[in-house]
């Protein structure tokens, strides 16, 4: 005797225990903890640099732009964010998850010192 067959002679009760598990399933189903996106925290860096009285264009041109020519040229750098205001630059920079957080500060402090010179 096979598995199926009891199931194959008992119809109602088949049909029974496959709604019990619909309805247990359905039940069960929202408090299951699943994200459509894993919580992973990226290395990140953020710079800040300000010039007081300078203008979003000059901030743009003259300060956000050379740190960005040297900040691409670092390995393992997956994206960069700038943003310039009235006197002041923000750069944020996200490394790969493989990345060390403190060789890419060094990375970060280094290309910083090479932008300004």
Do not use: W, Y
């Amino acid at each position: 005797m096979s598995i199926s067959a009891a199931f194959i002679k008992r119809p109602i009760g088949t049909t029974l225990l496959a709604i019990a598990l619909l309805l247990l399933g359905s039940a069960v189903f929202p408090l299951l903890p699943v994200a459509p996106l894993p919580q992973v925290d990226f290395p990140t860096i953020q710079v800040s640099a300000s010039l007081p009285g300078a203008s979003p264009e000059t901030m743009a041109s003259n300060v956000a732009q050379p740190l960005e020519r040297q900040f691409s040229l670092i390995a393992g750098l997956s994206q960069m964010t700038s943003t310039s205001g009235l006197g002041s630059t923000q750069i944020t920079l996200q490394f790969d998850l493989d990345r060390g957080i403190d060789a890419a500060a060094l990375d970060v402090q280094a290309a910083i010192n090479a932008s300004s010179g």
